[in-house]
């Protein structure tokens, strides 16, 4: 069971699956041998939460890829952190750049979002990141504030929180952020929380990459002091190498 460990690797399974593939992928994860101190997510789409949830091992977790602003009622298509919890999910991605720059939701909508979860007892994978533009023109490190003071200005707390750190053109781009790019980042967004939030905030959130990780380039990134872990997506659709990258970061 996750539970607080020093690391944690979530899979975001995006939309991506069948039944049989999901299944698949589970008989991967249930045999895997999985290292004790790395806390284990896995987000699969909506329609499969269940099927995996009665399934996989309770090593490791499920987590929602979104929730709905409030409680349930006339939304349609959405789905509510109540109808989450009561098919045994326990985390919710927010602000995935995905949903910030192909669906159009703003940083604001995102910490709400984030803050109605962990009221009702879900815990948040917040994410972070700059698009190649952004970064090109010197504006990574505000880009990424930016981001995180919506976070801090809508949710009563951090203890429940992971930070990804996903820059957006190493998503799904195969062009991995470098060990020292991803670590100036970590470092900054770490010096951020000490400065805006508390001290001991910076030193217990885990903050993760995000980005074209995989089997062969985890372990690399996984040395820098402020790297706590991954938020893998395509590699988290192979469960050998999913569970190598969850190994990689102890
Ligand atoms: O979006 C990602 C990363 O995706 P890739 O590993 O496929 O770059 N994680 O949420």
Redesign the pocket.
């Known amino acids: 069971m996750a539970g607080t460990g020093k690391f944690f690797v979530?899979g975001?399974w995006?939309c991506n699956g069948t039944k049989d593939s999901i299944s698949k992928l589970v008989t991967e994860l249930n045999s895997a041998k999985l290292e004790d101190d790395v806390d284990i997510v896995v987000a699969p789409p909506f329609v499969y939460i269940d099927q995996v949830k009665s399934s996989l091992t309770d090593r490791i977790e499920i987590s929602a890829q979104n929730a709905w602003v409030g409680k349930g009622g006339a939304f349609t298509g959405e789905i509510s952190v109540e109808q989450l919890k009561d098919i045994g999910c326990k985390w919710v991605?927010h602000g995935?750049?995905?949903r910030r720059h192909v669906i159009g939701e703003d940083s604001q909508f995102i910490g709400k979002k984030s803050a109605y979860a962990l009221t009702q007892g879900l815990k948040v994978i917040a994410?972070i990141g700059e698009k190649l533009e952004e970064r090109e023109a010197g504006k990574t490190f505000d880009v990424c504030y930016e981001q995180l003071k919506a976070f801090a200005d809508n949710m009563p707390s951090w203890d429940d929180v992971v930070i990804?750190y996903?820059p957006v053109w190493?998503?799904?781009?195969?062009k991995?952020a470098s060990p020292q790019q991803a670590q100036e980042v970590h470092v900054a967004v770490r010096e951020w929380l000490s400065k805006n939030v508390s001290a001991e905030v910076a030193s217990q959130t885990r903050i993760i990459y995000?980005?074209?990780?995989?089997g062969g380039n985890s372990a690399e990134l996984a040395k820098q002091e402020d790297i706590d872990g991954f938020?893998?997506?395509?590699?988290?659709l192979k469960g050998p190498e999913f569970a190598s990258i969850c190994n990689s970061v102890t």
């Open positions: 979530g975001n995006k991605i995935h750049s995905e994410c990804a996903e190493a998503i799904g781009t195969g991995v995000g980005g074209s990780v995989n938020l893998v997506g395509g590699a988290s």
